[in-house]
């Protein structure tokens, strides 16, 4: 069922002004971005016509934009990307590890996206790896699949990854499978540790390397003396590494994946009105415990655009990453590897050729299967209803 109100809706309503407003500083990215989801599953993208094969009704599908910061687009992109993932899990618990950046750190990350995300990827990747593979805690090699999400509940910029990571991994022999505690995988205060050490001193190289920009309140810290003294009361904090109770069982990392693999900055579900006020929605407070967790914020409508496109990835940037056992070319060696230690069967090479699941909605009438029967082109509306019949005209979209 259509949420009563979109994002669509809003860059609709108000997508233009906001565009002439701050013309020359809006990125390109950000352009495409609102175009995208102002567009997406209307005429301007074209779409086709599908009759059910056993009543005829008919209706008008457009086509989707596909944009991955798109609220409506995620659903199939998702589905997808977890088909693909279920052929990894283990059957082991998992835990879910997040890494975050302070507040300091996250205004220069803002202006340097491509440089900075990266950086965290990286710097959180090698400080689990690390950890893991010392024999004071671990001992193996584990895998990692980390997503970066770079909001908050209110869509301010908090940027941060999240990992799925199974609850022990391979002994550097490759002879045996080292299983983590039941309820605890590696020191969250030693992660904290190296993640600050490891961030930091290669964030000062990508400075001395030239690789960042700075501009407006923060253009001083182009002086690398103004750089290092900003990031001095960061040295001595502590950087919270959070790890949270395992999963129950693989079905649960599906589940928990599918949540948070595909998202953006607001779900379509959490918008309650759009007015000439603005723009109200549901958040979450992490401050508070039980119900007045769930609480309500309006924002004026040019202010929720300005956040949503806070969140608006550098193109090409991958947001979804493995890494150890699970990276690349070696991951299906290492995982057959990994079951082989566990003594599970193997995973079956799936070489049918099935067709693909159908997520086309059943017909509203009968619930029989749709079919496809006009395609038309963007900008364009179809050419009229199949085997248009009075009744057809009547039950029509």
């Not at 890494?99 to 995300?117: R, W």
Request: some cysteine.
């Amino acid at each position: 069922m259509r949420a009563s109100i979109e994002v669509a809706d809003i860059f609709r309503a108000a997508g233009l002004a906001y565009r002439v407003a701050h013309a020359g500083h809006l990125s390109l990215q950000q352009l495409k971005v609102m175009s995208a989801i102002e567009h997406c599953r209307t005429a301007a993208l074209g779409g086709h016509v599908e009759a059910c094969e056993d009543c005829g009704q008919w209706r008008i599908a457009y086509n989707s934009c596909r944009n991955r910061h798109c609220p409506k687009c995620q659903g199939a992109a998702a589905r997808t990307w977890l088909a693909e993932r279920e052929a990894d899990l283990l059957p082991v618990g998992y835990f879910h590890v997040v890494f975050t950046l302070p507040a300091e750190v996250a205004d220069i990350a803002f202006q340097n996206k491509s440089a900075v995300y990266d950086l965290l990827f990286k710097a959180a990747s090698e400080t689990m790896l690390t950890i893991a593979a010392d024999p004071k805690h671990l001992g193996a090699r584990i895998g990692i699949t980390a997503v970066l999400h770079t909001w908050g509940s209110a869509m301010t910029h908090h940027p941060h990854v999240h990992m799925i990571v199974p609850g022990g991994g391979i002994a550097p022999d490759g002879a045996r499978w080292i299983s983590s505690r039941p309820a605890f995988l590696l020191p969250v205060r030693v992660l904290g540790k190296l993640f600050r050490r490891l961030f930091l001193t290669r964030l000062v190289a990508l400075h001395d390397a030239g690789r960042l920009a700075f501009f407006g309140a923060i253009a001083h810290l182009a002086e690398r003396r103004a750089f290092l003294r900003h990031l001095s009361p960061v040295q001595k904090k502590r950087w919270v590494v959070y790890a949270k109770a395992p999963f129950a069982g693989p079905e649960a990392v599906l589940a928990y994946l599918s949540r948070y693999t595909h998202r953006v900055a607001i779900s379509n579900s959490r918008l309650i009105h759009l007015d000439e006020s603005g723009v109200t929605f549901r958040y979450k407070d992490y401050r508070r415990d039980g119900a007045g967790r769930q609480q309500v914020m309006a924002l004026a409508t040019d202010e929720f655009i300005r956040r949503f496109l806070l969140h608006v990835l550098p193109r090409g940037f991958h947001r979804i990453r493995h890494c150890g056992l699970l990276a690349g070319s070696a991951r299906r060696a290492s995982l057959a590897l990994a079951r082989e230690l566990l003594d599970v069967a193997a995973q079956p090479d799936d070489d049918t050729s099935d067709e693909p699941d159908d997520f086309r909605p059943p017909c509203p009438r009968c619930r029989g299967r749709m079919i496809v029967v006009e395609v038309f082109e963007r900008w364009r509306q179809p050419r009229g209803p199949p085997h248009a019949t009075a009744s057809n005209r009547e039950n029509g979209p």
